[in-house]
């Protein structure tokens, strides 16, 4: 019987401990997040907009902003860092730099978990939508050029898979360099390809793809500029035959 209840005193004090540490990250994550609204607004960013990116109603964002002192927010989020809370992402970054690789393992295994979080929104898209959700395989330095490619649950298999190769060999390697398999690619374009493992295009799919002929020369010629060109919307090359 003492055993018993020496046993659900423990536990009980596990799970208050459990409950006091939920209720600080929920204290911090409120502060960061007034901070992020706050940026926001200094940025220019209209009420409406932050409301809808943070899940709240115009008028709480309103609440929340208007009497709020960034420079003391970023007082906060520093003893907030120094305790070990994430930092938050640098708006003058780009994508392209978790593309070009990370410097150790475990910030690479981060990206890893950004990639399954897309991936999780991208199955909430297929079964709340009629229609398939798409992916860029152009980099941000490609902006405004586009070459998008749906995201159906073929493409989702193959990219998990591909996540579970990489954590698999990330968690077995003890720096970056020690990696093979999940090397990062030949520029952030070939990156990107791999993350949403896009294999490169082939010139036979391509034209059965695209109905084209190419059993005559002239048609033949027509149809490998064509496929050319798509390669370079692509990434794959650097070379446009249109412009060569």
């Known amino acids: 019987m003492k055993g018993d209840w020496l046993g659900k005193v423990r536990r009980q004090r596990r799970v208050l401990a459990r409950v006091r540490r939920a209720a600080w990250r929920l204290e911090q994550a409120e502060r960061e997040r007034a901070w992020a609204l706050v940026a926001a607004r200094v940025e220019g960013v209209s009420v409406r907009k932050a409301a809808e990116a943070a899940g709240l109603s115009p008028s709480r964002v309103h609440q929340l902003t208007k009497d709020a002192d960034l420079d003391a927010l970023d007082v906060v989020l520093g003893e907030l860092r120094a305790a070990g809370w994430t930092a938050p992402e640098d708006p003058e970054g780009s994508d392209d730099e978790e593309l070009s690789g990370r410097a150790s393992v475990a910030e690479r295994l981060v990206d890893e978990v950004g990639w399954i979080r897309q991936c999780a929104d991208w199955i909430d898209h297929l079964d709340r939508e009629s229609y398939m959700p798409v992916a860029d395989l152009c980099s941000d330095a490609d902006f405004p050029d586009r070459a998008n490619v749906a995201v ?61 002929p190419w059993h005559s020369t002239q048609q033949g010629q027509t149809a490998w500029d064509a496929y050319q060109a798509e390669r370079y919307r692509r990434g794959e090359t650097d070379q446009d035959p249109y412009t060569a």
């Open 152 to 212: 159906d649950s073929a493409r989702l298999s193959a990219i998990l898979r591909r996540i579970a190769f990489g954590v698999d060999e990330l968690a077995r390697a003890r720096n970056v360099d020690d990696l093979t398999g999940v090397r990062v690619g030949d520029g952030p374009r070939a990156e990107r390809r791999r993350r949403l493992a896009e294999p490169d295009l082939e010139y036979a799919e391509f034209t059965r793809r695209k109905n084209l």
